[in-house]
C-alpha cells in the first residue's frame, strides 16, 4: 500500500525559510512522480511543483525562484524547500504521487486528478 507521510511546515514570517520533507512507503519512488500541492479555504487544490527520477521539475509560476523541490531516491524521499515566502503562500501543502516512468520528463501540476497518492497535508503559515 502506497502511503505519503509529510512533515515540516509551520509557522514563518514573511520572508522567511520553511522546509518541507514528504516520504513514500510501500513502492519505489523511482516509478512514481512527485509533486507539492498548496489549497486555501475554499479553494481547489493547486499544483506548486514536481520532480521526475530523472531530475525533470516543474514550477507553477507564482513560486519560480522561491520554492525547490529536490528528490532522494535512496531515502525515497522529496524535499521542498521555500525561501522569501510571503504571507499569500499560507496554506495547506500536499505531498502527491502519480505513476510515472523512470526515464519520463516533468510531469504536469495542472490537474490534481492526475495523482493518484496524498499525503495528510501540512499547516504553512506566513505572518507580515
Known amino acids: 500500500q502506497v502511503r505519503l507521510q509529510e512533515s515540516g511546515g509551520g509557522s514563518v514570517q514573511s520572508r522567511g525559510s520553511l522546509s518541507m520533507f514528504c516520504e513514500l512507503s510501500?513502492?519505489?519512488?523511482?516509478?512514481?512522480?512527485m509533486a507539492w500541492f498548496r489549497q486555501y479555504p475554499g479553494k481547489e487544490r493547486e499544483g506548486v511543483a514536481s520532480?521526475?527520477?530523472?531530475?525533470?521539475?516543474l514550477y507553477a509560476d507564482s513560486v519560480k525562484g522561491r520554492l525547490t523541490i529536490s528528490q532522494d531516491n535512496l531515502e525515497n524521499s522529496v524535499w521542498l524547500d521555500s525561501s522569501s515566502l510571503t504571507p499569500e503562500d499560507s496554506a495547506v501543502y500536499y505531498c502527491?504521487?502519480?505513476?510515472?516512468?523512470?526515464?519520463?520528463?516533468?510531469?504536469?501540476?495542472?490537474?490534481?486528478?492526475?495523482?493518484?497518492?496524498w499525503g495528510q497535508g501540512t499547516q504553512v503559515t506566513v505572518s507580515s
Open positions: 510501500g513502492a519505489n519512488i523511482r516509478d512514481f512522480c
Open positions: 502527491a504521487a502519480r505513476i510515472w516512468s523512470p526515464t519520463g520528463g516533468a510531469c504536469p501540476i495542472s490537474d490534481r486528478e492526475d495523482f493518484t497518492y
Open positions: 520532480i521526475a527520477t530523472t531530475g525533470a521539475t
